[in-house]
């Protein structure tokens, strides 16, 4: 490098955010290399780096051969390389390769192992660079990418992947595809100028690494909210600002908004780009046993301890808040399979996997996972509670048969009752602390008396201490106290659906109508076996509906029925 090239540090501190672009390739990759370096201007201002799946003992011509393709340098990354903009860095053969602090360091892989080196980097530019990194998916067999692509998207960064038709192999797109994270599915020429287009936007350009774009247009964002409320009946409101106008700015460079009113009325005759924007605020990344020191810590103190004060014939109920695409619940179930078996016991554990994203909950259900969750899962864990699927995981009927996963509000939804574990990790961190405080007023009303509460690395329950103290602070671990008493808390209120009689002679033309009844009727159901003693009364305060175990504070008084609530009920 000469004394001319500028390094990160140097560009940034000129006032330019540098971009760096990682670029996963594979079998068929050298193609979609060449096609799009055959499109990126020399003096593009972005940087780039390119992960492949290389042999230890093969001598890469990459360099010579995209050199031919391009007027930037092409060179082999060293140990502590600064990256530099117009330049293109390739991963050396035998190495896994991160990025810290703008500079790109090298490990030597480990033989024998199962390795991802497209997931390894696209991890740490997402931690490094976070909404200034950029992940491309080009052509490849297997899954590599796809869990190094979550990150980047929680972090804030943008995804695109070739498009399978253009790929001369389309495993990896069509994983990463999978994911439903992709901003741009297209092919190499087009990939080049989408990225051009995305380092030229105003947003990126004026507003990086200072203050968030619209953060002064309380109009427009009050209209976006409303949009967003009407496509999903979420209110954003009091979700964290800073966390809500990114992912506004992102779908402003990816739909071509040229301003904050063109977005809008986009969001408001476009219902599906206005459920696009929701599922980008929402998006819940996760892995398995993440933070795999926190779990075992779980394992080893309120796992064990709910198992060893459980019978046999009571229910261990656990709550999975927020699950996303259902890895933390599926870890929470082989934890207490472990448990149970290590011990010799038998327990009837469910756990309730909910997350607001029906999406989500569709891909946890099927509890099917690329290849890469070998990073976080031990090979005796996968041969135990996993089924190898050609490059997929398949969870085992034993442990998929512990979950109940469904569609759930947290924060307006009933919630469930005589709970165990309520494992929310990463949840918090979203919220405002006007929602924080109704969320642990929540785990305070359903959580069992000696229940334990799990909250994710960054989160903390210290400032309710006296209904959730400590069992392993580092851990993120706490004991709930049903007697302790916050003068803040105030009791929830829950959107419960309105409970009619219904005429079953349907005709044919109210089929759909039907469906709803039916619908209802599986989820009034839900709610009168695992709700918490309800009775649910109309304005005129006749008796709607009982729910959960209401006899034990409840009985029906002697005589003529009635409806209506004072002469019906006594205590």
């Known amino acids: 490098m000469t004394d001319e090239d500028i390094s990160v540090a ?62 930037m340098k092409v060179i082999q990354a060293e140990n502590d390389m600064p990256v530099q903009p117009n330049v293109v860095f390739l991963i050396p053969p035998g190495r896994n390769m991160t990025i810290r602090n703008g500079r790109l360091l090298l490990v030597e892989q480990v033989h024998g192992a199962v390795n991802h080196p497209i997931d390894v980097f696209f991890t740490s530019l997402a931690e490094d660079r976070r909404e200034l990194a950029l992940a491309v998916v080009f052509s490849g067999t297997g899954s590599d990418g796809t869990g190094g692509i979550k990150a980047i998207k929680e972090h804030g960064g943008l995804v695109f992947v070739q498009d399978p038709q253009s790929a001369r192999f389309d495993g990896m797109p069509k994983s990463a595809i999978g994911t439903g994270l992709a901003d741009f599915i297209l092919p190499p020429a087009d990939i080049a100028a989408e990225l051009l287009n995305f380092s030229h936007y105003p947003v990126i350009t004026e507003s990086a690494g200072n203050d968030v774009f619209l953060s ?107 699950c996303s695409t259902g890895e933390e619940a599926y870890s929470l179930a082989i934890l207490f399979r472990e448990v149970l078996e290590e011990r010799h016991l ?56 512990m979950i109940i996963f469904a569609p759930h509000n947290m924060l307006s939804d009933p919630p469930f009752g005589r709970l165990s574990l309520i494992s929310c990790r990463n949840v918090l961190i979203y919220f405002q602390p006007v929602l924080q405080k109704g969320l642990f007023s929540i785990f305070h009303t359903a959580l069992k008396n000696g229940g334990f509460l799990f909250l994710g690395r960054s989160e903390t329950a210290s400032e309710y201490s006296k209904v959730f103290t400590p069992l392993a602070a580092a851990e993120k671990i706490y004991v709930h106290r049903s007697d302790g008493k916050m003068d803040d808390f105030m009791p929830p209120s829950f959107n419960i659906p309105r409970v009619h009689a219904e005429s079953r002679s349907v005709q044919d033309a109210d089929r759909q109508q039907d469906c709803s009844y039916a619908m209802e009727n599986v989820y009034t159901r839900f709610l009168e076996k695992f709700l918490p003693a309800s009775v649910v009364i109309d304005d005129q305060n006749n008796v709607i509906h009982f729910f959960g175990n209401y006899a034990d504070y409840l009985n029906i008084a002697p005589g003529k029925a009635s409806t209506s609530s004072p002469s019906s009920t006594g205590t």
């Open 346 to 401: 038998r327990r009837d554990i469910k756990i309730f996997a909910t997350d607001v994203d029906t999406r989500s909950i569709e891909q946890a259900g099927k509890g099917l996972f690329p290849e890469s969750i070998a990073d976080d899962v031990s090979p005796e864990r996968l041969a135990r509670f996993f089924v190898r699927r050609n490059d997929q995981y398949q969870v085992c009927k034993d442990v998929r048969k």
């Open 10 to 71: 140097g560009k940034e501190e000129a006032g330019a955010p540098l971009l760096i672009v990682g670029m996963g390739a594979s079998a068929g990759g050298l193609e979609a290399l060449q096609e799009f370096f055959g499109r990126m201007p020399e003096n593009s201002g972005l940087a780039f780096v390119v992960i492949q799946h290389l042999s230890p003992d093969y001598k890469s011509l990459m360099a010579e051969i995209l050199g031919k393709h391009t007027g």
């Open 216 to 322: 002064d247009d309380e109009d427009t964002l009050a209209r976006i909210y409303m949009l967003l409320k009407r496509a999903s009946g979420i209110d954003f409101t009091h979700y964290k600002r800073n966390t809500v106008l990114r992912r506004i700015e992102r779908r402003m460079v990816v739909t071509h908004s040229s301003s904050p009113a063109d977005f809008v009325r986009l969001l408001d005759e476009n219902p599906a780009e206005a459920s696009q924007l929701v599922k980008d605020i929402l998006i819940g990344v996760t892995r398995f046993f993440r933070d795999a020191e926190f779990f075992e810590k779980l394992k080893e103190t309120a796992i064990t301890a709910i198992v060893e004060q459980s019978s046999e014939d009571s229910p261990v109920r656990v709550w999975s808040a927020g």
